[in-house]
């Protein structure tokens, strides 16, 4: 799915903005017929969570939409494994990265990070407390392969819609000559990325 029409942009974008505000707007109506003080302070928590994913997910737009970088060589192994250290100092649950060093690509790297960091809290939120993360990042042919599993010991994991959405992540993929898939199986979901090792805009 490449979106680079503005008319298909403005409707992805409208749908990944109202998920949450709808989210929002619901929990105001149950808040407002809550009688415990539990209750209230579970839908606070609720409502602000819907605002914080709609303010991140405004920022991430606002870059996407306004940011000219400039290509440049990104160690990709050292920058999952950098993003890996983060989220097991964050996160309950277990991280496994396999990648061989000097997995080196020739692309935008705030947009391969925007990219990662958004479908591995995606997998994170999917997997749960308990969940078991694994990701897998190898050379294939003239481009990168990253896959990331989420799987999940308390029901049959999927994807949530938090972050961008998918819909944000396979357009920024679509600028850099990216592609991404989706694989449901019994226990678990993998989400592959395909980037080129040498994106250049001469070259598309």
């Known amino acids: 799915m490449v979106l680079e029409h503005p008319d298909m942009m403005a409707a992805v974008l409208a749908h990944e903005i109202k998920n949450p505000a709808a989210l929002a707007m619901a929990y105001v109506g149950l808040l407002r017929h ?15 969570q819907s605002l914080m994913d709609i303010s991140e997910l405004v920022q991430d737009l606002l870059f996407a939409a306004h940011s000219r970088p400039e290509p440049c060589c990104v160690d990709v192994a050292d920058m999952l494994a950098e993003m890996l250290d983060e989220y097991r100092a964050a996160f309950c649950g277990r991280f496994l990265l396999t990648a ?3 997995l080196v690509c020739y692309t935008y790297e705030q947009h391969l990070r925007l990219i990662f960091s958004n479908l591995l809290k995606n997998a994170v939120e999917a997997a749960g407390p308990a969940g078991r993360i694994t990701v897998y990042a190898a050379m294939a042919g003239d481009c990168l392969r990253v896959e990331i599993c989420n799987a ?3 029901a049959r994991p999927k ?6 959405g998918l819909g944000i992540c396979h357009w920024l993929l679509a600028q850099i000559g990216g592609e991404l898939q989706i694989e449901n199986g019994a226990d678990e979901c993998t989400v592959i990325v395909a980037v080129p090792v040498d994106f250049r805009q001469d070259k598309r």
């Open 34 to 48: 809550a009688s415990q003080p539990a209750e209230v302070t579970d839908y606070c928590n609720r409502i602000q």
């Open 152 to 154: 999940s010991v308390v």
């Open 100 to 102: 061989a060093p000097g």
């Open 159 to 164: 994807l949530h819609g938090n972050g961008m």
